[in-house]
C-alpha cells in the first residue's frame, strides 16, 4: 500500500531537549516537504526536498533542520524545541518532475506539545 | 506571488442541506493545478480532486462537485445533501508548473449538524 509514515504520532517533551520525528515513504517519490498546521494558520511548509541530499527553506524554517540521506526518508529535527513549535506536523511526498502536477501524499500527522 | 484564499473559515448546516465551499486563488503562471483536500476529525489529510489550469470543465463525483471559473480564479466546492460524515477541515490548494511547492489555503471548518 502506498503510504507516508510518520513516527511519533504524539509527542510530549520539554524545552531544550531535541527531538527527532521520522517520516518514510513507499512511493518512490522524490519531493517530500514537512508542514506544520495551527489554529488559523492553515498549513505551512517548513522545509522541502526535491531530492536526495538536496533540501531548502519553506516558509517557517526557523528551528527545524532537515537532512535527505536516503530517498525515502526525510527526519525532521528540532535541536532546542520550544513551546512556539508545539503544533500538529504532516510529512507529505509527491511525485515530482515540473509539471507533473501530482497530489501530495501525507503522513498520518504527529502531534507535538513542548513544555 | 502565489497565494490561496478560503474566506468562509467556519460554516455550519443541517444535514441534507447543500453547502458551497469558496476557494479563490492568486497567480500570474497561465499553467497551475488546483487541489482540494479534507481532513477529518481524526486529523488526517485526504486527496479530493486535482484540476489543471487548462480544464475548466466541472466535475462531479457523487455528491460532491467542483466549480473551476478562471475569469473568476475561483474553484469552489460542493457538498450536495450533506451527511454528518462530511464534517471536516477543507483545504483548497494550489501547485505551479514550474515548481513542485503547493501553497494551501488556511482552511474552512465544515460542521454538518444532525
Known amino acids: 500500500e502506498a503510504q507516508v509514515t510518520q513516527n511519533p504520532r504524539y509527542l510530549i517533551t520539554v524545552t531544550g531537549k531535541k527531538l527527532t520525528v521520522t517520516c518514510s515513504q513507499n512511493?518512490?517519490?522524490?519531493?517530500m516537504s514537512w508542514y506544520r498546521q495551527d489554529p488559523g494558520l492553515g498549513l505551512r511548509q517548513i522545509y522541502y526536498s526535491m531530492n536526495v541530499e538536496v533540501t531548502d527553506k519553506g516558509d517557517v524554517p526557523e528551528g527545524y533542520k532537515v537532512s535527505r540521506k536516503e530517498k525515502r526518508n526525510f527526519p525532521l529535527i528540532l535541536e532546542s524545541p520550544s513551546p512556539n513549535q508545539t503544533s500538529l506536523y504532516f510529512c507529505?511526498?509527491?511525485?515530482?518532475?515540473?509539471?507533473?502536477?501530482?497530489?501530495?501524499?501525507f503522513g498520518q500527522g504527529t502531534r507535538l506539545t513542548v513544555v | 506571488a502565489q497565494k490561496v484564499t478560503q474566506a468562509q473559515t467556519e460554516i455550519s448546516v443541517v444535514e441534507k442541506e447543500d453547502v458551497t465551499l469558496d476557494c479563490v486563488y492568486e497567480?500570474?503562471?497561465?499553467?497551475?493545478?488546483l487541489f482540494w483536500y479534507k481532513q477529518p476529525p481524526s486529523g488526517e489529510l485526504v486527496f479530493l480532486i486535482r484540476r489543471n489550469s487548462f480544464d475548466e470543465q466541472n466535475e462531479i463525483s457523487g455528491r460532491y462537485s467542483w466549480n473551476f471559473q478562471k475569469s473568476t480564479s475561483s474553484f469552489n466546492f460542493t457538498i450536495t445533501a450533506s451527511q454528518v460524515v462530511d464534517s471536516a477541515v477543507y483545504f483548497c490548494?494550489?501547485?505551479?508548473?514550474?515548481?513542485?511547492?503547493?501553497?494551501f489555503g488556511k482552511g474552512t471548518r465544515l460542521h454538518i449538524l444532525p
Open positions: 497567480t500570474r503562471d497561465t499553467t497551475y493545478y
Open positions: 507529505a511526498s509527491r511525485m515530482s518532475g515540473v509539471g507533473s502536477g501530482a497530489e501530495a501524499f
Open positions: 512511493m518512490n517519490h522524490e519531493y
Open positions: 490548494a494550489l501547485s505551479l508548473n514550474r515548481d513542485d511547492k503547493i501553497i
